[in-house]
């Protein structure tokens, strides 16, 4: 279902964004609807957005979508394995807060995930480079409570 996406407009929904998440119960029923909600509420809005996390529609667990290549997919649980010496400057928007100019965060070049992948229900572990390693660290951020 697509879901609304609250900003930081609106006090109570800032300090939801601000609190870190939990892992996610993947073997639950409620993860199942929400990988469906995410996936539903990005490609809806696919023109503005790179990733959505889980708590950007009022669950705070780490879980979030993100483009990759022409479609989108859904992350649980992400761990960093490894990243990049090198960091690269971004700058980056984010659709909970549509009323500030965009920020410069400094972001590795490449990360090593591991996370369970909804889509074939398997751990697995990938690399994501370049803006979809920014995109990953974006959402990572989200989940930690980190607004840009
Ligand atoms: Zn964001």
Redesign the pocket.
């Known amino acids: 279902m697509i879901r609304d996406i609250p900003t930081v407009d609106d006090e109570k929904n800032r300090l939801f964004l601000q609190q870190p998440c939990a892992p996610a119960d993947i073997m639950s029923a409620e993860f199942d609807m929400l990988v469906v909600d995410l996936m539903d509420t990005a490609e809806h809005n696919r023109y503005r957005c790179a990733?959505?996390?889980a708590n950007?529609i009022g669950h705070a667990v780490t879980v979030f979508a993100m483009r990759y290549g022409d479609r989108f997919i859904v992350i649980a649980n992400p761990v960093i394995a490894s990243a990049s010496k090198l960091t690269t400057s971004s700058t980056?928007?984010?659709?909970?807060?549509p009323n500030s100019p965009p920020q410069t965060v400094e972001r590795y070049k490449w990360v090593r995930l591991q996370y369970w992948c909804p889509h074939t229900e398997r751990f697995v572990t990938n690399k994501f480079a370049r803006m979809d390693a920014i995109i990953v660290q974006?959402?990572m951020?989200?989940g930690k409570g980190i607004?840009?």
């Open positions: 990733g959505l996390s950007q980056e928007g984010c659709l909970s807060i974006h959402e951020d989200h607004l840009i």
